[in-house]
């Protein structure tokens, strides 16, 4: 069975500093597909970032990069020059490209941007 | 304006009073899904539809219903209501086969049940 660790419940950081999120995951499918969601106070999930297992290149998106070492299973968000917007809860997820068709989510990480 | 949306956004019931949240996307999308959101758990889904008339229980379906009787329609149902059930509780859509499998949320619906 899948399974996403966050072992960051909270994380406190100065704005304008880069941060990193921390993400494990553990499948035994060679197939898969991380991504990140951010939720802000409001309630929304808003897609961040995806990896593929597949793909060779770490992804970006703007400020978001994803650092993906995929021998240590781990998939971390770093956010670069950090605003004080960024303050909110953020999920990294896989899922499986083949098989049940859903998303596993970690139990999230809730980031404070101290101005 | 592509979107999932979803209704009601807040809903306070007692135990055992049967209730439905609704769920409808615009885009066309033939997968969907329901989750619910819990402190310390992150979001787990309940059930999912494939396409009209398929749909299959995710991790947590005890005490849901669905339905999937048009495309863009994916209701959740409560037949009796337990306070366990009390919780934040997302619906989603993605394109099945799509390139990066991204699942589009709608904006929640927080349900408090007494």
């Known amino acids: 069975a899948q399974k996403i660790t966050q072992t960051q419940p909270g994380m406190f950081v100065q704005e304008k500093e880069a941060v990193t999120l921390d993400c494990t995951y553990d499948?035994?499918?060679?197939?898969?597909?991380l991504f990140w969601y951010k939720q802000p106070s409001s309630g929304e999930m808003i897609f961040l970032i995806y990896?593929?297992?597949?793909?060779?290149q770490n992804a970006t998106e703007g400020r978001y990069s994803l650092n993906f070492q995929k021998a240590r299973k781990s998939a971390n968000l770093v956010i670069s020059a950090s605003q004080l917007g960024d303050s909110a809860m953020y999920f990294c997820?896989?899922?499986?490209?083949?098989?049940?068709?859903?998303?596993?989510f970690g139990q999230g990480t809730r980031l404070t941007i101290n101005p | 304006e592509a979107q999932v949306t979803q209704n009601p956004r807040y809903l306070i019931t007692v135990t055992g009073k049967k209730l439905t949240v609704t769920c409808s996307q615009n885009?066309?999308?033939?997968?969907m899904s329901w989750y619910r959101q819990d402190p310390g758990l992150g979001l787990r889904q309940i059930y999912y539809?494939?396409?009209?008339?398929?749909?299959d229980k995710g991790d947590v379906p005890e005490g849901y219903k669905v339905s999937r009787k048009e495309k863009r329609n994916f209701p959740l149902i409560l037949e009796s209501p337990s306070p366990n059930q009390t919780s934040l509780y997302f619906c989603?859509?993605?394109?099945?086969?799509?390139?990066?499998?991204?699942?589009?949320f709608g904006p929640g619906t927080r349900l408090t049940v007494t």
């Open positions: 989603a859509s993605s394109l099945y086969l799509a390139g990066t499998y991204e699942q589009y």
């Open positions: 499948t035994s499918d060679q197939s898969y597909g």
């Open positions: 990896q593929g297992s597949y793909d060779e």
């Open positions: 997820a896989m899922r499986l490209i083949q098989g049940a068709q859903k998303l596993v």
């Open positions: 885009m066309n999308h033939e997968y």
């Open positions: 539809s494939m396409n009209v008339e398929v749909t």
